[in-house]
């Protein structure tokens, strides 16, 4: 909007200067303006003069009129510009930020919890093996599984079992917020908390 009354501006300005510039300033200026001026007494080359530098004004006040609109165009493209670019700086960051949390979510991460009465619990099961010899537990024995994760029984106990390779482990959510390990091989079902 104030770009097209900008534009209007300009357009009548010209068209106005344009028709002043036909007549001479000595012959658009009132006769008394003119005398009280003391302009009378000048001889006509120096009214030719006057005339010229008048127009000179003008058309240099034209000239500057279209550099002051020019750069108040230039101005406003390059703030919108700007604008946009921060808009899509900002969806980046976004974008970003969503890609990072994604990228940190492991186990735990995925959890939902709400400590608050009636929690809701939503986890993804864990399916792995022991790394190592098993051959049973002992105390708040610390497991750790092939794929990097820590687990520690929750209640301490004592079980012996034959020496085996890896055996598979399968990690589950209990009712009340912790996790259960269920060693299919061994028929055994172990209160653990990750470390």
């Given at each position: 909007?104030?770009?097209?009354?900008?534009?209007?501006i300009l357009?009548?300005?010209?068209?106005s200067?344009?028709l002043?510039?036909?007549?001479?300033?000595?012959?658009?200026?009132?006769?008394?303006?003119?005398?009280?001026?003391?302009?009378?007494?000048?001889?006509?080359?120096?009214?030719?003069?006057?005339?010229?530098?008048?127009?000179?004004?003008?058309?240099?006040?034209?000239?500057?009129?279209?550099?002051?609109a020019?750069?108040?165009?230039?101005?406003?493209?390059?703030?919108?510009?700007?604008?946009?670019?921060?808009?899509?700086?900002?969806?980046?960051?976004?974008?970003?930020?969503?890609?990072?949390?994604?990228a940190?979510?492991?186990?735990?991460?995925?959890?939902?919890?709400?400590?608050?009465?009636?929690?809701e619990v939503?986890?993804?099961?864990?399916?792995?093996?022991i790394?190592g010899?098993?051959?049973g537990?002992?105390?708040?024995?610390?497991?750790?599984?092939?794929?990097?994760?820590?687990?520690?029984?929750?209640?301490?106990?004592?079980?012996?079992a034959?020496?085996?390779q890896?055996?598979?482990?399968?990690?589950?959510?209990?009712?009340?917020?912790?996790?259960?390990?269920?060693?299919?091989e061994?028929?055994?079902?172990?209160?653990?908390?990750?470390?």
């Amino acid at each position: 909007m104030k770009r097209k009354l900008g534009a209007v501006i300009l357009v009548i300005s010209v068209l106005s200067g344009g028709l002043y510039a036909q007549d001479k300033f000595s012959q658009v200026v009132r006769p008394e303006d003119f005398s009280a001026a003391g302009l009378t007494k000048l001889s006509a080359e120096e009214r030719a003069r006057l005339d010229a530098l008048v127009e000179t004004y003008k058309s240099g006040a034209l000239a500057t009129v279209r550099r002051e609109a020019e750069a108040a165009t230039a101005a406003q493209i390059a703030a919108e510009t700007r604008a946009k670019q921060a808009e899509r700086a900002v969806e980046q960051a976004k974008a970003d930020t969503k890609q990072a949390k994604q990228a940190e979510a492991g186990f735990l991460a995925k959890a939902k919890v709400m400590l608050t009465p009636g929690t809701e619990v939503e986890y993804l099961a864990v399916e792995s093996r022991i790394s190592g010899t098993f051959s049973g537990w002992e105390g708040r024995q610390i497991f750790t599984l092939e794929n990097g994760q820590r687990w520690q029984l929750a209640n301490p106990e004592s079980y012996y079992a034959p020496e085996m390779q890896g055996p598979k482990v399968l990690i589950t959510p209990a009712a009340l917020g912790g996790f259960w390990m269920s060693l299919p091989e061994l028929r055994k079902k172990l209160r653990v908390k990750p470390l």
